[in-house]
């Protein structure tokens, strides 16, 4: 478990508090973060077809998940309001899950990091794919969502083995 004192948006009495930013050097920032969705091949040949009841899912789910990106600091408490200069989803079928793999790439110059903002992208792209077809496929699983690179600021770059 990790120290109180090492969690940067404690104080020393363990109250929560957002983190002051102003020193940090202003650097290029970028997160690249993955999940996926696991689907009955069947709802994913739909999804992949075109014939979603609801439309086009991959790209409603990629829409979803820059407009979520955006509006993290309004979704996550204590998370800064960042000026993002990138935000891509991209969403692949995988025959092998069965499903689709989404992965999400945001960038800013900024004070603090977009690992949030990543990961926020990618809930909400997979939480889209599950709404639009969850009519045919209840049994749907999001996975597997995790950061896999980060670049920029102090610690530097980072990539998940």
Known sequence: MADK????????????????????????????????????????ELIVSGNAKKGDVIGTARLAGIMAAKRTHELIPLCHALLLSKVAVEIEPDAALP??????????????GVEMEALTAVSVACLTIYDMAKAVDRGMTIEAVRVVEKAGGRSGHWQAD
Do not use: C, F, W, Y
Not at 13 to 30: C, E, L, P, Y
Not at 100 to 110: D, E, K
């Open 99 to 112: 499903g689709l793999r989404v992965r999400a790439t945001v960038r800013t110059t900024g004070q603090t």
């Open 5 to 44: 004192a090492a969690l940067s948006h404690l104080d020393a009495s363990g109250a929560a508090n957002m983190v002051d930013v102003a020193d940090k050097a202003i650097t290029d920032r970028i997160a690249v973060a993955e999940g996926h969705v696991t689907m009955l091949p069947e709802t994913l």
